[in-house]
């Protein structure tokens, strides 16, 4: 009983944490920001766009040309890929052909240092960049005319060193996507409105960041982040330390998720929390106090036959099915309403995923496989163990077990 | 050489990729041309009826929706890749036994084709609509499948003069008989899932356009197979 009432206590501090989170978003979507009215100035520097690119994301086209049409005087796009073979390299080349007026480099250079895939396609970017503005954008983010005019308003505070943007995962046309964009629009816009908010801690999110070349520099380039998962975290903690500010813009951009699978979902933040484990540490812990449906749920297996732990994993639920709706409207992202009774469901998988890095500290991203350490520190897993062999087995096992056309 | 894939199932079939994503795979992925070619199912039998109740065939009814849906897909495709999109459908006649079983391709088809009718008359018709037919997987698949369509192979002395092409490879399968026979041939990879996109494909050399493609095809020259691979 006393668990009970425990786990329940958790619960009920991590639904003031959805309020507090709710309050948070409220004020950053109320909030007139630059580009949306305020009064900072408007100046258009030349800005130049590294598109790191590996595979194809959904709505690659789309996301792409989306780039192309930037209400802004001056920018150049680099699209970056480690070898002709990607399937994007095909994308980028049907986006330079359509837009030949516009001041496109297809950067095809394969590069052998660092581990993190997305920082060696940065590295050869940044190396044919112009100008001095240093926009880097993940090729899974879609922006509307108004993007680049937002952001660049925030340099003209020479205090300013990293403007980065907050994200609306859009366009779920599946399961996991679906799963993806409750999360996106729930827990990630919740947390990071929440620390901008009252803690004053703006979150760099790597889908876009904003910097200077004279501190990008200064911090060692994309060379010093090249073993980093969160290449994004430590950059804006180093430019953070150089004295400068980071920014959160209140333009959103979309990040289009439209047909994930479950397995990615899971694989995603499997790593991701392995990620914050590494980097957050004691401060992990407040994660799975902050997931109020996770911790309803623990009374239920305490003493499943207690019809007030039924009623109270249920009322928490529903709460949660109201505050991410909520937020969802606040965001506008379009999602279909009966989606967001799911959100529970989401929550118990984000909490079971909680527990990962307590037993596995590899990362599977990409296509390749690191074992991570503190800040986040990659170094390369050669598997030899179990770990390596089971895949193969299960593999086999159901390829042996296939009847139809495989 | 255009790249090309003759032979696409979405989800007004049995196909599990809906439409707008299917172009949206192959556009990015830089094909030339390619035939939207989902299953008209013979409802003249168990298996074609229950093909028909759980809506793995486009019917009479819903076949100007899906015209218009190709239609409009194929605009965008154009304007956003270049990529030609023609409506086709493959009539697949079901039945219990292999022999006794067809696929067909009608690329560049117009009006309705049930598949009910039979043989000749589904050839007139598509004659009629100068569309192009093309035998799927005419000869014995990989061991795995139990699906044989054998009966255009069987029957083709009867049947090969009323026949454009033939599917010399089919997603995994390889059919050398075609070879051996001469007849004019095609590869593709009978689209149901992303996966299948890597898969035997047609190599065309002329001009991209429908006309110029299906005369290609049915001329038989300057066409060539590649196995596309991610």
């Not at chain 1, 930037?70 to 699209?79: G, R, V």
């Not at chain 1, 911090?219 to 430019?239: C, P």
């Not at chain 1, 990659?378 to 390596?388: D, M, N, R």
Request: charged share 20%.
């Amino acid at each position: 009983m006393i668990l009970t009432i425990v786990f329940m206590g958790i619960a009920m501090i991590g639904l003031a944490g959805c309020l507090l989170q709710l309050m948070a978003v409220r004020a950053y979507t109320a909030t007139p920001r630059c580009g949306e009215g305020d009064s900072l100035p408007r100046t258009f520097p030349p800005v130049s766009i590294l598109k790191p690119l590996k595979g194809l994301d959904d709505s690659l086209f789309d996301n792409l040309e989306s780039f192309c049409n930037l209400d802004y005087p001056k920018y150049e796009i680099i699209f970056a890929l480690q070898n002709r073979n990607d399937p994007a390299w095909k994308v980028v080349r049907k986006i330079k052909d359509k837009y030949p007026l516009l001041d496109i480099t297809i950067a095809v250079e394969y590069c052998e240092e660092g581990l993190n895939p997305k920082v060696k396609n940065l590295i050869p970017a940044y190396a044919r960049a112009k100008y001095d503005l240093i926009l880097v954008s993940d090729s899974n983010v879609r922006v509307e005319k108004a993007y680049l005019s937002s952001i660049t308003g925030h340099m003209a505070d020479p205090a300013v060193g990293l403007v980065s943007n907050m994200i609306r995962g859009v366009g779920g046309r599946s399961a996991g996507a679906v799963l993806e964009n409750l999360h996106l629009n729930s827990f990630i816009v919740g947390s990071v409105c929440f620390l901008d908010k009252y803690l004053g801690m703006p979150c760099v999110i790597g889908k876009s960041m904003l910097m200077r070349r004279t501190d990008l520099d200064a911090i060692g380039g994309f060379r010093a982040v090249r073993d980093f998962l969160a290449e994004d975290y430590i950059i804006g903690k180093r430019i953070h330390d150089l004295g400068r500010k980071v920014v959160l813009s209140g333009h959103l951009i979309n990040n289009v998720n439209e047909y994930w699978g479950i397995r990615r979902f899971l694989n995603r933040h499997t790593r991701w929390a392995r990620l914050r484990w590494h980097i957050g540490g004691a401060r992990y812990l407040s994660e799975l106090a902050g997931n109020a449906v996770f911790m309803s749920f623990v009374p239920l297996l305490i003493s499943p036959a207690s019809k007030m732990a039924a009623f109270f994993a249920a009322a928490v639920s529903s709460f949660k099915v109201a505050h991410d709706y909520y937020i969802g409207r606040k965001l506008r992202t379009g999602m279909n309403p009966l989606f967001y009774l799911v959100s529970p469901l989401k929550d118990l998988v984000i909490g079971l995923t909680w527990f990962v890095p307590v037993v596995s500290n590899t990362v599977a991203w990409r296509d390749n496989r690191y074992i991570i350490g503190r800040d986040s520190l990659l170094s390369p897993c050669h598997e030899t163990g179990p770990a390596a062999r089971w895949p193969g087995i299960i593999s086999a096992i159901r390829s042996r077990l296939a009847w139809s056309k495989p | 050489m255009l790249l090309c894939d003759f032979h696409i199932h979405t989800t007004y079939s049995d196909g599990s990729v809906e439409l707008r994503r299917t172009i949206d795979l192959y556009g990015q992925a830089g094909f030339d041309a390619i035939a939207i070619t989902d299953h008209v199912v013979n409802g003249d039998n168990p298996i074609g009826r229950l093909a028909h109740r759980f809506r793995y065939s486009v019917t009479r009814e819903n076949f100007a929706a899906y015209m218009g849906h190709i239609r409009e897909e194929a605009g965008r495709a154009w304007d956003k890749y270049r990529m030609l999109v023609i409506p086709g459908v493959e009539i697949s006649k079901n039945h219990l036994t292999p022999d006794k079983s067809a696929h067909m391709l009608i690329i560049d088809v117009h009006d309705f084709i049930p598949a009910c009718m039979s043989f000749e008359e589904i050839f007139v018709e598509a004659k009629r609509q100068n569309a192009l037919t093309v035998a799927c997987h005419p000869h014995y698949m990989s061991a795995a499948s139990d699906r044989n369509t054998l009966f255009l192979w069987n029957n083709r002395e009867k049947y090969a003069r009323y026949i454009d092409a033939w599917e010399i490879a089919n997603r995994d399968d390889v059919f050398n008989v075609i070879s051996l026979k001469k007849y004019p041939y095609i590869a593709n990879s009978d689209f149901h899932k992303p996966r299948h996109l890597y898969s035997w494909k047609t190599l065309l050399n002329c001009e991209k356009d429908t006309d110029s493609i299906k005369r290609c095809i049915r001329h038989n020259k300057g066409v060539a197979l590649t196995l596309f691979r991610n």
